[in-house]
């Protein structure tokens, strides 16, 4: 760990104001594509898609968890970090790189808040949230510490999502920079 990553006794004092975050009403911050391996491009807005997810992003060709049938698993064309996680772990802005979350924003991602199933209207968009985990890979525990990882695991955090939520497209949009993400009412399908 460098003096830069932050410490298991700094994530436990700050989890109160992690879990303090509003319930709903947040803003799209640091709306982030990726278009290969490590890199980042931070853009005013994207377009979503059910099909493709997000066009130019490397979800399509290249995902990190796919279908029983080898094609991209759906549930992760979209990731959403919590500002609070995000400031809590992310001290080395120069040199260490963004967590590549499709954006940032500043509310309660908990399973709690934000059950499987539980749709977002964010621009013209609709997300749902979907039921796969995000533990953290290991690139994250390499670029803000082990302790961050194992903070996100620890069997009582589970289910705070504080590594953030991964979403499916539930209906084609654009996203931009500044949107509010709004809870839409459970099982609403989008028009």
Known sequence: ????????????????????????????????LRPDYGQRRFVPEI??????GIPGERWATRPWLRLPDGRPHPGIQVSILSRRVLDLVWRDRATI???????????DLSE???????????GSAVLEVSEIFNDACV???????????????????????????LCRVARDGVIREGD?????PFGESPA
Not at 97 to 107: K, Q
């Open 112 to 122: 709690a808040n934000f059950p499987a199933g539980q749709r977002l209207a964010v």
């Open 1 to 32: 760990m460098t003096s830069l990553q932050v410490s298991r006794a700094e994530l436990d004092a700050g989890l109160p104001h992690v879990l303090a975050a509003p319930k709903d009403g947040g803003r799209v911050e640091m709306l982030c």
């Open 47 to 52: 377009k979503v898609t059910r099909a493709q």
């Open 139 to 165: 690139k994250w525990a390499a670029r803000y510490g082990k302790p961050a990882r194992e903070w996100i695991n620890l069997p009582g955090h589970r289910s705070l999502r504080l590594r953030g939520i």
């Open 97 to 107: 790189v963004h967590p590549g979350d499709t954006f940032i924003t500043d509310m």
């Open 180 to 184: 509010a993400v709004i809870k839409l």
